[in-house]
């Protein structure tokens, strides 16, 4: 008798034991490093916005570099998501800079899907410039 006791007494436990534990909370997506290279051309207008879309297919990082902008001038550039409602491209994060090559913004992609990089006149164009961007993302 006393050893039936004994041994409920044990199971007891470890079923306590096993119901107090910490659940397994699944580990979060490392993000793995940009392989995908896309260049973008446009011309950006006076008090113009520019957008171009991309798809990033694994969570990792995102660079943008304005590879090249004619003649120099400050303007806007961001990453965000497309708007399928008005066609635009809803920032993230942005950076307005004189532009020049080199010049960069940088993140990383916490999901996969739809982005889009915009080049957009901060309100001193004095006329149109031209530009090349590259996205690196993975």
């Known amino acids: 008798m006393r ?6 007494s044990v199971v007891v436990v470890a079923v306590v ?6 659940p397994v909370v699944p580990s979060a997506p490392t993000p793995v490093a940009p392989t995908v290279t896309e260049t973008f051309t446009g011309t950006l207008l006076q008090l113009g916005s520019n957008s171009h879309p991309f798809s990033v297919q694994q969570i990792g990082g995102i660079k943008v ?16 998501t497309p708007s399928t409602a008005s ?3 809803l920032a993230i994060s942005n950076l307005t800079a004189v532009a020049s090559a080199g010049t960069q913004i940088s993140g990383t992609a ?10 957009s006149d901060v309100g001193n164009l004095v ?9 690196l993302h993975s």
């Open 127 to 135: 006329e149109p410039v031209t530009y090349s961007i590259t996205v």
């Open 3 to 8: 050893r039936r006791s004994l041994i409920a």
């Open 87 to 89: 066609g635009t491209c």
């Open 110 to 119: 916490t999901l996969a899907g739809s982005f889009c990089v915009s080049v």
């Open 65 to 80: 570099s304005i590879t090249k902008i004619e003649p120099s001038a400050a303007v806007s550039i961001g990453i965000g």
């Open 17 to 22: 034991t096993c119901a107090c534990s910490d």
